[in-house]
């Protein structure tokens, strides 16, 4: 074949394979953001941008103009709204983080921070969703949730194992084997005081006969002094707390 005409053949391949790769065979249709979670990606945002100013702290705030609740930011203040649940063009929160005007963009330039792309996107796909506000699960009653249904199955002790054994069907696995009475003991006394069991300790639990005898254990260990030290611990990790001469001399502690 001429080298001319593989040239040509070559070139034609490739413009073929270009347009199969490229070419929709279906109009394309851009697919729906995901659903904005308020707590996990627009609170930090705000809390760290915006709340100094724009909060519920009356002294240190700039304006009356709100965004730390629903009811603060979708307020009409003379005809401005800080934020119009799915209208960018009437929210004035986006309209300041979107400004070329470096007298109105916010935040403002003497605050020293400064919104990224990702974050105005993601203010501005919000407020289009709707700008659903969450409050935090802490502050939120508790709601009561249906119990699985688990009948035929075993080892379903406590409404605990039945939402267990929901998520793992769900995910289509399988429950791992009981483990033997000597592995239980040792995680029930590392979690509850953070050090392992006695001997003496296993030896009681391995022969206790009564039904009862992992629930019996579990309590021994929740009564004891350890388990009251051990969730101390935890605080007073959070505190940094030492008793040792270097505390006076490495990191801040508060």
């Given at each position: 074949?001429?080298?001319?005409?593989?040239?040509?053949?070559?070139?034609?391949i490739?413009?073929l394979?270009?347009?199969?790769?490229?070419?929709?065979?279906?109009?394309v249709?851009?697919?729906?953001?995901?659903?904005?979670?308020?707590?996990?990606?627009?609170?930090?945002?705000?809390?760290?941008?915006?709340?100094?100013?724009?909060?519920?702290?009356?002294e240190?705030?700039a304006?009356?103009?709100?965004?730390?609740?629903?009811?603060?930011?979708?307020?009409?203040?003379?005809?401005?709204?800080?934020?119009?649940?799915?209208?960018?063009?009437?929210?004035?929160?986006?309209?300041?983080?979107?400004?070329?005007?470096?007298?109105?963009?916010?935040?403002?330039?003497?605050s020293?921070?400064?919104?990224?792309?990702?974050?105005?996107?993601?203010?501005?796909?919000?407020?289009?969703?709707?700008?659903?506000?969450?409050?935090?699960?802490?502050?939120?009653?508790?709601?009561?949730?249906?119990?699985?249904?688990?009948?035929?199955?075993?080892?379903?002790?406590?409404?605990?194992?039945?939402?267990?054994?929901?998520?793992?069907?769900?995910?289509?696995?399988?429950?791992?084997?009981?483990?033997?009475?000597?592995?239980?003991?040792?995680?029930?006394?590392?979690v509850?005081?953070?050090?392992?069991?006695?001997?003496?300790?296993?030896?009681?639990?391995?022969?206790?006969?009564?039904?009862?005898?992992?629930?019996?254990?579990?309590?021994?260990?929740?009564?004891?002094?350890?388990?009251?030290?051990?969730?101390?611990?935890?605080?007073?990790?959070?505190?940094?707390?030492?008793?040792?001469?270097?505390?006076?001399?490495?990191?801040?502690?508060?």
């Amino acid at each position: 074949m001429p080298e001319f005409t593989l040239i040509r053949l070559r070139f034609v391949i490739h413009c073929l394979t270009l347009f199969a790769i490229f070419s929709p065979i279906s109009p394309v249709r851009a697919d729906e953001p995901a659903a904005i979670e308020y707590e996990k990606q627009i609170l930090p945002i705000l809390a760290d941008n915006c709340f100094a100013c724009h909060g519920r702290d009356e002294e240190a705030r700039a304006t009356d103009l709100r965004i730390d609740s629903a009811e603060e930011a979708y307020k009409d203040h003379g005809g401005v709204i800080a934020i119009s649940p799915g209208s960018l063009e009437n929210s004035e929160l986006w309209l300041r983080v979107t400004s070329d005007d470096p007298d109105l963009r916010m935040p403002p330039a003497d605050s020293n921070k400064t919104l990224s792309a990702e974050q105005i996107e993601l203010l501005g796909q919000w407020i289009q969703q709707g700008a659903p506000y969450a409050q935090h699960w802490a502050f939120s009653a508790p709601v009561a949730r249906e119990i699985p249904a688990t009948s035929g199955l075993e080892n379903i002790q406590n409404p605990i194992d039945a939402f267990i054994r929901q998520q793992l069907t769900d995910t289509g696995l399988s429950p791992s084997a009981e483990a033997d009475r000597r592995t239980l003991i040792r995680r029930v006394a590392f979690v509850t005081t953070g050090l392992p069991p006695t001997p003496d300790e296993v030896t009681q639990f391995v022969n206790d006969t009564h039904p009862d005898a992992y629930g019996r254990m579990v309590d021994r260990y929740l009564s004891s002094p350890h388990y009251g030290e051990e969730m101390a611990r935890h605080w007073l990790d959070v505190a940094r707390y030492a008793d040792t001469h270097g505390m006076h001399l490495d990191n801040e502690r508060h």
